[in-house]
Every structure is written in C-alpha cells, then in structure tokens.
C-alpha cells in the first residue's frame, strides 16, 4: 500500500504540527514535505500529495476537499506574520503588492479592502525575485511567514491583517487548514491528528527542538506560537472561515 503523502508549510508557525509528526513516530508512516504555502495548496490540487496543510482561500479549487483536523493556523488577533508594510500613512498608499506565497492573505487583503476599508487600490502581483524591502513611496506590501520578523524594521507603518479582520468581523482568522483531496481512512485521521496534538500541547519541547535556528527563535518564538497563532479549529473559527469564503467569493 501506498504511503500517504503529505504537504506542510515551511514557517515556524507549523513547528509544533512538525514536532508532532516526528515525535509520535506519525512522519514513518507517510511521505512528509514542507512548501510555501501557495505550494502546498499546487501540490493538493494537482494530486501530488494526499493532505496539504494549505490556504484556506485554495479549499474551493481543490475539486474533492475533506478538512481532516481539528488543528488549524489561526489567530484570534495580531498574529505578527501576516502584514501590511509601508512607508508612508495608510491613507496614501495607492499601491499593493502581493505576497505570492500565500492566497489566504492575499484573499484576506482584498476582503478587507472592499468591506472594512472601503478602499480601491491596484493590485501588483510579485514573484520569487520580487524585492519586498524596495517598494515605491505610496505603495505597500502584503508580507506573510516569518520574514515579517526579519523585515518589519525596515518599514515605518505597520498593519497586522488578523487583527484587522478581527476588528471588522468580531471573529479569529483562519489562514491554513489541513485538508485532503479524497476519503481517508477515520482511524489514520485520529492517529493523524493525535500526533498534531503531540506538538501543540507541547510548546516548550517545540521551541527546545527548533528554537535554536531560523528567523524567530527562543523565547520570542514561544511567545509567538502561544500568544499569536491559535491552533484549534473550534466552532468560532470555523464560523470565520465561512464568513471569509462567502466574502471572497462576492470580490
């Protein structure tokens, strides 16, 4: 039989999945990879792998999409890696530039845009080669993953896009989830999600195994995941996920 292949984003808000993964002895009995985002999301669609923990803006082009956790990445207010940089006020900014890491925040950017800020703006798509730092007077840049911690210095205005969401909808933000592209078995979606629980019930032993290296480390990295990103899927993000796709699908 055929391992299940599974895809994870590559930022340290997924630690605590990864932790899980290795610790239960789960990652021995699947193929595990971890993408950008926007990658996972490519790799289920195409049918590369079976699970991705992907955008939730990427759960409608997935033909056959099953959400299979109680484990999600969220946030219930600033999250700090999903973010709107500048240079100049809010109110000038004309233009926006696009993480093509993530749909999710990209999404998320529009939404608000439309509804919350009542604000027209042109959209500039980027690429990996895109220079995130160099961005024109009136122009802004949608920054998602950890490079947030890495670049927010080099900007003088800062807006943090969950908490924007939550400021408008009185609702948490749910950026990724884990879903697959077909029926899987209940029992492997219980052991599955055991091993998930291993890592986020288990803050301190995540930062001990991968707070050493990488852009946010130690202490400011268990800050992170305890204070900003929220991991269960309970019935209040599942309520902000579907107000988010219904608005999405109105842009």
Same mark, same amino acid.
């Given at each position: 039989?055929?391992?299940?292949?599974?895809?994870?984003?590559?930022?340290?808000?997924?630690?605590?999945?990864?932790?899980?993964?290795?610790?239960?002895?789960?990652?021995?009995?699947?193929?595990?990879?971890?993408?950008?985002?926007?990658?996972?999301?490519?790799?289920?669609?195409?049918?590369?792998?079976?699970?991705?923990?992907?955008?939730?803006?990427?759960?409608?082009?997935?033909?056959?999409?099953?959400?299979?956790?109680?484990?999600?990445?969220?946030?219930?207010?600033?999250?700090?890696?999903?973010?709107?940089?500048?240079?100049?006020?809010?109110?000038?900014?004309?233009?926006?530039?696009?993480?093509?890491?993530?749909?999710?925040?990209?999404?998320?950017?529009?939404?608000?845009?439309?509804?919350?800020?009542?604000?027209?703006?042109?959209?500039?798509?980027?690429?990996?080669?895109?220079?995130?730092?160099?961005?024109?007077?009136?122009?802004?840049?949608?920054?998602?993953? *950890?490079?947030? /911690?890495?670049? @927010?210095?080099?900007?003088?205005?800062?807006?943090? &896009?969950?908490?924007?969401? $939550?400021?408008?909808?009185?609702?948490?933000?749910?950026?990724?989830?884990?879903?697959?592209?077909?029926?899987?078995?209940?029992?492997?979606?219980?052991?599955?999600?055991?091993?998930?629980?291993?890592?986020?019930?288990?803050?301190?032993?995540?930062?001990?195994?991968?707070?050493?290296?990488?852009?946010?480390?130690?202490?400011?990295?268990?800050?992170?995941?305890?204070?900003?990103? *929220?991991?269960? /899927?309970?019935? @209040?993000?599942?309520?902000?996920?579907?107000?988010? &796709?219904?608005?999405?699908? $109105?842009?």
């Amino acid at each position: 039989m055929n391992k299940i292949r599974i895809s994870a984003v590559k930022y340290a808000n997924t630690y605590p999945f990864i932790y899980g993964l290795i610790e239960s002895g789960f990652e021995k009995k699947v193929i595990l990879e971890t993408d950008h985002p926007a990658d996972c999301a490519a790799k289920l669609i195409d049918g590369r792998v079976d699970i991705g923990l992907i955008p939730v803006a990427a759960l409608p082009l997935v033909k056959e999409h099953h959400i299979i956790s109680d484990y999600c990445i969220g946030a219930c207010g600033n999250v700090r890696t999903v973010m709107l940089l500048s240079n100049c006020p809010f109110k000038k900014i004309r233009n926006i530039c696009l993480d093509y890491r993530s749909l999710s925040s990209v999404n998320l950017t529009k939404v608000l845009a439309k509804n919350s800020w009542k604000r027209e703006f042109r959209w500039i798509n980027t690429s990996k080669a895109f220079d995130f730092r160099n961005i024109g007077h009136d122009e802004a840049v949608v920054l998602i993953g *950890d490079q947030c /911690f890495e670049f @927010e210095n080099s900007f003088r205005y800062q807006i943090d &896009l969950a908490n924007e969401w $939550k400021e408008f909808s009185g609702l948490p933000f749910v950026f990724a989830c884990w879903a697959s592209n077909k029926q899987l078995d209940n029992v492997f979606i219980k052991e599955f999600n055991k091993a998930l629980a291993l890592g986020v019930n288990n803050i301190d032993a995540v930062v001990d195994k991968f707070g050493q290296a990488g852009t946010i480390t130690g202490e400011i990295l268990r800050t992170y995941l305890i204070e900003n990103i *929220d991991f269960n /899927f309970n019935d @209040e993000k599942k309520t902000g996920l579907k107000l988010f &796709l219904e608005l999405m699908g $109105k842009l």
